[in-house]
């Protein structure tokens, strides 16, 4: 069989692994604080003793595009956007430390700060827990302040600080839990930042371009077909030959 068909077939599987992760940043174009993934495909020959006159297709995801959202006026006092540079430290489902810049915060049943995917926002020891409040505050270094139930509007109590940091780009990576963690060889956790700076009653948009992510899917597509097309001649000049050799 020719080896073409393989070729072509490894193609077409690329295709389709990298259309999935831009269907995954298409799909994410309105999640708060999502930040897009990089695809690219690049060859890889094929190892062993032959000439090296072939090479198959390999797609990765070489990085996370950080590049800030624009910032959405929401006018809740929970809601926080991290302006410039910045992620907000939150416990993973496995409980250890991660990152994001999902500032849709809540409170639970418990009084439990959590992001709006449920995951414990951490204070300067451990998931922040706020009392029951008349009004409640987050300030730009991520201070939260309350007004006690009853109490006078000057009473003014400060229960934790919102963990702020911001390490090196280059020290971070997406997870496959879609939050950004530090890279295994990089000691942690990262320290808290005391210049990152919140955004009171605002939220961050997602960094996806909608329009770019359809026009790669639909290139991705077109490319697909194309390989599709050279898995069937490789079939057919198979097929061919094996007539030719039962003639003969």
Known sequence: MD????????????????????????????TTGFKSDFMQARSMPVFGEHYPSRAYAMTERPATDFEMGSLMQTGR????????NGWIAVQAPDGGEAYTREGELLLDVNGVLRTGSGLPVLGNGGPIAVPPAAKLN???????????????????????????????????????????????????????????????????????????????????????????KVMRAADDNSEAAARLLQIS
Do not use: C, W
């Open 3 to 30: 080896k073409a068909l393989y070729i072509a077939m490894s193609g077409a599987k690329q295709n389709m692994l990298s259309q999935r992760g831009h269907a995954n940043n298409l799909a994410n174009a309105n």
């Open 77 to 84: 006092d929970l809601d926080v956007a991290v302006a410039g």
């Open 138 to 228: 987050i300030g730009v270094d991520g201070t939260i302040s309350i007004v006690p139930l009853g109490g006078n509007p000057d009473e003014i109590q400060e229960v934790d600080r919102i963990r702020l940091v911001n390490p090196p780009a280059e020290d971070l990576e997406k997870g496959v839990d879609g939050l950004i963690h530090l890279k295994p060889d990089v000691p942690g956790p990262a320290l808290p930042d005391g210049l990152v700076r919140l955004e009171s009653g605002y939220l961050e948009s997602s960094n996806v371009n909608a329009v770019e992510e359809m026009t790669e899917i639909l290139s991705l597509s077109r490319q697909f077909e194309l390989q599709v």
